[in-house]
């Protein structure tokens, strides 16, 4: 089956602790991207990478930190820095079709909560 | 930069009835504009994708329009069902940088 995997499902991270979210895909994807969702509110653009080694900010990358060395995995670590990261984070894949027809898979997301 | 908003954030309807959600932006230099379902605890699943050169899209129940020039889309369901309870969010692709910016969604609620 192709499809994204995130894990863990449900992560608890205390005060000042570094936690990782890990992204997999196995849709040959060359793109990646992370997003941070809040209660109410629509997705938010954490990091992406278009190609493994390169990876760019998003709107709201202060806190976080990725890594892109293999094609398949794009984890997310949430650092001490981040003030706020109780959140339900999405990993997606993409690739660039052309013509418009760009769409973007989904994982099943990560829940955090700072305890 | 890029703003969607949804309207409205949530409604309730009867099963059966027709109803049409609605969507926003402010820049109009877009690749496409998808809808995307998502059930509570869940990722996201695309409905409905409309290029910029099209009008229109539909999916059994599901009829989606693009006015890119008014920057607006609607989302019509058909004669709807519980099971069509979730959230619905739109998103469009635009940017040199090709990202998608999402709407804060409306939430479904179909009453048996």
């Known amino acids: 089956d192709g499809g994204i995997t995130q894990s863990p499902k449900y992560l608890f991270r205390k005060e000042g602790q570094n936690v990782t979210l890990s992204c997999e895909q196995n849709l040959n994807h060359d793109a990646m991207y992370w997003y941070r969702q809040d209660p109410g509110q629509g997705l938010r653009l954490i990091y992406y990478?278009?190609?493994?080694?390169?990876?760019q900010k998003g709107d709201i990358a202060e806190g976080y930190s990725v890594s892109r060395e293999k094609k398949e995995s794009f984890p997310l670590t949430v650092t001490s820095a981040q003030k706020n990261p109780t959140a339900f984070y999405l990993c997606?894949?993409?690739?660039?079709?052309?013509?418009?027809?760009?769409?973007?898979?989904f994982g099943p997301g990560t829940r955090l909560t700072v305890l | 930069k890029q703003e969607v908003t949804q309207i409205p954030a949530a409604l309730s309807v009867p099963e059966g009835e027709n109803l049409v959600l609605n969507c926003s932006f402010t820049d109009s230099a877009i690749y496409n504009l998808q809808w995307f379902r998502q059930d509570p605890g869940k990722g996201l699943t695309s409905l409905l994708l409309?290029?910029?050169?099209?009008r229109e899209q539909t999916s059994g129940r599901l009829n989606a329009s693009l006015d890119k020039s008014s920057g607006r889309s609607t989302l019509y369901i058909a004669a709807s069902q519980p099971g069509d309870s979730a959230t619905y969010l739109c998103a469009v692709l635009s940017g040199s940088a090709r990202q998608l910016t999402f709407g804060s969604g409306t939430q479904l609620t179909v009453l048996p």
């Open positions: 990478s278009q190609i493994v080694n390169d990876f």
């Open positions: 409309i290029q910029s050169s099209q």
């Open positions: 997606a894949s993409s690739t660039e079709q052309g013509w418009g027809l760009d769409t973007q898979y």
